[in-house]
């Protein structure tokens, strides 16, 4: 980073000598040995729970759904005025029907699963291609397809709700349709040749050209890799196929080898064909800490000594870089940098929820006070900056010093997955630290 501020930060919460106090945001010594309190980690899980239940849910539930055409609205404005005659996001719905769906499966409330079940009624009614497979990216309010290219992104993310959906309900339809996906990815989006996947196909799943690619510059991107990881490890949970066992292990193993640069332990955004790297060393902070917990829950989930081992390495290693160059003073996680020092300054929420995530799990791993402090840490902040009092639910963006930037409450992108995902693997987490084992 350019700021000499940052540098000093950066270099010596890296190191250990200084922790930041929670309260002032002051620098103070980090005590050796230092034992992380049962009554701390309590009150993180007891926040985090009361959120997803008392306010992520409950918004969703209320606000979104569509009596009129079905399936949800696609645009809920900054005011909570819905845009009726917004095209609708496959995206969206899938998001929301891995977050019902999980949410039945760990506090068996009715209500959500009759969401659940809405959402998976939209998907395959609505968004399910009956020629090719696989989903439409959007359709029009009339149901008619509106963007009908397969972006991989999207189909993970098909697999992701519908495997959790079978998880919480065990209804085999839906399972086959995730099982049907991953298929039809293993055909047309595996690269044989250098390994890994494209991310852009048409709608007959053939590749499209890179310059159709709405991931970014390149063939191949670390998002649609780090979330084809987490959709996998979903899928082999409710399935243990053999080869999806074997096409998650060798997923893993190239996401270890080519999209993690091994000198700066940042994410490699966008890569060609044959994993030459594409762009200038952007970092997206968010991404980083995300696949930080994803890489090591994908490795146990597979079973794989070795994998687990070399997944924790790699876990750590992106942690400590990230809690020493992305995350502010506050305890906010800043959206993007690049060799030159921060590109977008601003804290968008989902960083914030797998920041939570990912250091909490690095604790998990190490048993270092100080990833459990940056995990509080960033809950507080969540907290502080992220609930929406007004309205619910969680606000999408705050500038650097936490002034709410005026966004739409609901789009394809902005959704209930990151936040209640944040909420159900804290809870899971602290009942596993605390000796209860995982949560139910």
Same mark, same amino acid.
């Given at each position: 980073?350019?700021?000499?501020?940052?540098?000093?930060?950066?270099?010596? @919460? =890296?190191?250990?000598?200084?922790?930041?106090?929670?309260?002032?945001?002051?620098?103070?010594?980090?005590?050796?040995?230092?034992?992380? *309190?049962? *009554?701390?980690?309590?009150?993180?899980?007891?926040?985090?729970?009361?959120?997803?239940?008392? %306010?992520?849910?409950?918004?969703?539930?209320?606000?979104?759904?569509?009596?009129?055409?079905?399936? &949800?609205?696609? &645009?809920?404005?900054?005011?909570?005025?819905?845009?009726?005659?917004?095209?609708?996001?496959?995206?969206?719905?899938?998001?929301?029907?891995?977050?019902?769906? =999980?949410?039945? /499966?760990?506090?068996?409330?009715? *209500?959500?699963?009759?969401?659940?079940?809405? *959402?998976?009624?939209?998907?395959?009614?609505? &968004?399910?291609?009956?020629?090719?497979?696989?989903?439409?990216?959007?359709?029009?309010?009339?149901?008619?397809?509106?963007?009908? &290219?397969?972006?991989?992104?999207?189909?993970?993310?098909?697999?992701?709700?519908?495997?959790?959906?079978? /998880?919480?309900?065990?209804?085999?339809?839906?399972?086959?349709?995730?099982?049907? @996906?991953?298929?039809?990815?293993?055909?047309?989006?595996?690269?044989?040749? #250098?390994?890994?996947?494209?991310?852009?196909?048409?709608?007959?799943?053939?590749?499209?050209?890179?310059?159709?690619?709405?991931?970014?510059?390149?063939?191949?991107?670390?998002?649609?890799?780090?979330?084809?990881?987490?959709?996998?490890?979903?899928?082999?949970?409710?399935?243990? %196929?053999?080869?999806?066992?074997?096409?998650? +292990? %060798?997923?893993?193993?190239?996401?270890?080898? +080519?999209?993690?640069?091994?000198?700066?332990? +940042?994410?490699?955004?966008?890569?060609?064909? !044959?994993?030459?790297?594409?762009?200038?060393?952007?970092?997206?902070?968010? +991404?980083?800490?995300? $696949?930080?917990? $994803?890489?090591?829950?994908?490795?146990?989930? $597979?079973?794989?000594?070795?994998?687990? =081992?070399?997944?924790?390495?790699?876990?750590? !290693?992106?942690? /400590?870089?990230?809690?020493?160059?992305?995350? !502010?003073?506050?305890?906010?996680?800043?959206?993007?940098?690049?060799?030159?020092?921060?590109?977008?300054?601003?804290?968008?929420?989902?960083?914030?929820?797998?920041?939570?995530?990912?250091?909490? #799990?690095?604790?998990?791993?190490?048993?270092?006070?100080?990833?459990?402090?940056?995990?509080?840490?960033?809950?507080?902040?969540?907290?502080?900056?992220?609930?929406? /009092?007004?309205?619910?639910?969680?606000?999408?963006?705050?500038?650097?010093?936490?002034?709410?930037?005026?966004?739409?409450?609901?789009?394809?992108?902005?959704?209930?997955?990151?936040?209640?995902?944040?909420?159900?693997?804290?809870?899971?987490?602290?009942?596993?630290?605390?000796?209860?084992?995982?949560?139910?």
């Amino acid at each position: 980073m350019n700021n000499p501020k940052i540098a000093l930060i950066a270099m010596v @919460i =890296a190191t250990g000598s200084l922790a930041v106090c929670p309260k002032t945001g002051a620098l103070e010594p980090t005590p050796a040995g230092a034992k992380v *309190a049962r *009554a701390d980690m309590a009150a993180l899980a007891a926040g985090a729970e009361q959120e997803v239940k008392g %306010d992520i849910l409950p918004f969703w539930l209320k606000y979104t759904r569509n009596p009129e055409n079905g399936g &949800f609205y696609g &645009f809920i404005d900054k005011d909570m005025v819905v845009h009726k005659s917004s095209q609708r996001g496959g995206l969206l719905t899938c998001r929301i029907l891995w977050t019902f769906s =999980a949410a039945y /499966r760990i506090y068996h409330d009715p *209500a959500y699963l009759e969401m659940a079940r809405y *959402a998976y009624r939209d998907l395959v009614d609505h &968004f399910w291609d009956p020629d090719n497979g696989g989903l439409f990216w959007s359709i029009a309010v009339d149901g008619t397809p509106k963007s009908d &290219f397969k972006l991989i992104y999207l189909q993970t993310f098909g697999i992701y709700g519908l495997s959790e959906y079978y /998880r919480a309900t065990g209804e085999k339809p839906a399972l086959e349709k995730a099982i049907a @996906i991953y298929n039809l990815i293993e055909e047309h989006s595996r690269d044989r040749k #250098n390994g890994g996947y494209f991310d852009a196909l048409d709608r007959k799943w053939a590749r499209i050209s890179d310059g159709e690619n709405r991931m970014g510059p390149g063939p191949k991107s670390q998002n649609s890799h780090i979330h084809i990881l987490e959709g996998y490890t979903n899928l082999l949970r409710a399935w243990p %196929d053999a080869g999806l066992r074997a096409s998650q +292990h %060798d997923l893993a193993e190239m996401v270890i080898r +080519h999209l993690i640069d091994p000198k700066t332990h +940042h994410l490699i955004l966008f890569t060609a064909d !044959d994993w030459t790297p594409i762009g200038l060393g952007e970092v997206s902070y968010g +991404h980083d800490i995300e $696949l930080s917990w $994803l890489l090591v829950e994908a490795a146990k989930v $597979l079973g794989d000594p070795a994998l687990i =081992a070399g997944a924790k390495t790699v876990s750590l !290693d992106i942690a /400590r870089v990230t809690l020493a160059e992305g995350v !502010d003073p506050d305890g906010g996680v800043v959206n993007d940098g690049g060799p030159g020092g921060y590109t977008d300054t601003n804290k968008d929420w989902w960083p914030q929820a797998e920041a939570a995530i990912g250091f909490l #799990n690095a604790y998990q791993l190490s048993g270092d006070p100080r990833y459990f402090e940056a995990s509080r840490r960033s809950w507080d902040y969540i907290e502080a900056k992220f609930v929406d /009092r007004v309205h619910g639910d969680w606000i999408e963006e705050v500038t650097r010093d936490g002034t709410p930037v005026p966004r739409p409450k609901v789009t394809v992108w902005k959704c209930p997955y990151h936040s209640s995902r944040c909420c159900f693997e804290l809870v899971d987490r602290v009942h596993e630290l605390m000796g209860a084992g995982p949560a139910p």
